[in-house]
């Protein structure tokens, strides 16, 4: 797409989402006509729809904002495409998705507005999106979904849990990337997990999973989830991870169960012979929340490289809590006190570090700005999107 199209697409799109109920009127009246116009698509969607909605103007926003970077926004396309085979879509299910959302944006723009050179730059970046996708799935040869059957469900506070799988064949994807499930009593809610263990060929897979307050997938999973219950994971999704040969050392911030990814990764580099220097910074609101630091310090304790730091923004544990201290190993580090963001750029730039990050929308986006106010360079840092 050349620079007038970009242009027009974005635009056009700002300034429907620009005012305060703008997403939710563009997502209702999207939904309406695709619902209208191809009423079996229904199927494919959840009862109810709110995280849904949400989700797609934010994936929305993600891709427009990356139009001009085709080197990042076209793997992340063809993930999609991989991941979206998992519904039992088809070609003509692509096609009803962007007549669907160009009618909705005509409808909420206005004619004065909705050009049609606008008309022709959306045709033509839809034309782009499906296409990517539609060719990613077709050149996929791993199966659309695994089958994965719980083989432990351990509550470690009472909002969150460690979940285990025995997937049904192997999966292959990147320590640090994403996976996409779908738990037997919430029926086509596909919520995303990060593994917290490299992949291996017996088929293993290990979750961390936070109940959040309201939701209709996590405290099912936290709360309800039996030994024996049947899961379907979708393929592998994101970009964090580890070269294969890293140039620069690197800085991992992780809070809450955002410390999965970063785990799998420092797991699987533990089996590396070289590795570029580490320093990983977990953190959480109570010293409870921190609850696999000593993991990560036992890995830093036989691997030089690695260097781990916990904070926490209270010293003491909520009211509920009566479990142990994450710090009663001999020799560890007692947590920083602070908000992570802020204790993080106070160590400094961090400009010579390739930079990940993960946690809530929240945390991240916080942690990301006080990073840049110190003057770690933006490119440094990565973070899977925000949606």
Sequence with gaps: MDSRTISLVRTTFKAVAASEDGPEKLTK????????DNPGVRDFFPAAMDTQRDRLVKALAYVVDRLEDPGNLLPFLAQLGRDHRK??????????????????LRNFAGTEMWTEEVDKAWTEAIGVIAATMIGAAASESNPPVWGGTVVEHREILRNLAVVRLQLSEPMYYAAGQYLSVQIP????????????NPANEQGEIEFHVRGVSGG???????????????????????????????TQDMLMVGCGTGIAPLRAQVMEMASRRNNPRVHVVVGGHHPC???????LWRLSQTNPWLTVTAVTENNDNPWWYYGGSQADLAGMDSPLVGQIGKVVASMGSWADRDIQIAGSPSMVQTTKFRMMAAGTPTANIRHDPLY
Excluded at 185 to 196: F, K, N, T, V
Excluded at 216 to 245: E, K, R, T, Y
Excluded at 289 to 295: P, R, V, W
């Design 185 to 196: 009593s919430r029926p086509r809610m596909w919520r995303y997990l990060s593994p917290a």
């Design 216 to 246: 209709w997938v996590s405290p099912s999973i936290v709360g309800h989830v039996d030994v024996g219950d049947q899961w379907l994971v979708g393929s592998p999704l994101g970009s964090l991870g580890v070269p294969p040969h890293p």
């Design 87 to 104: 519904y039992g879509i088809d070609d003509s299910h692509y096609r009803a998705v962007g007549n669907s959302l160009i009618k909705a």
């Design 29 to 36: 009246s999207f939904y309406a006509v695709l619902f209208t």
């Design 289 to 295: 929340d921190l609850y696999d630091y000593a993991t």
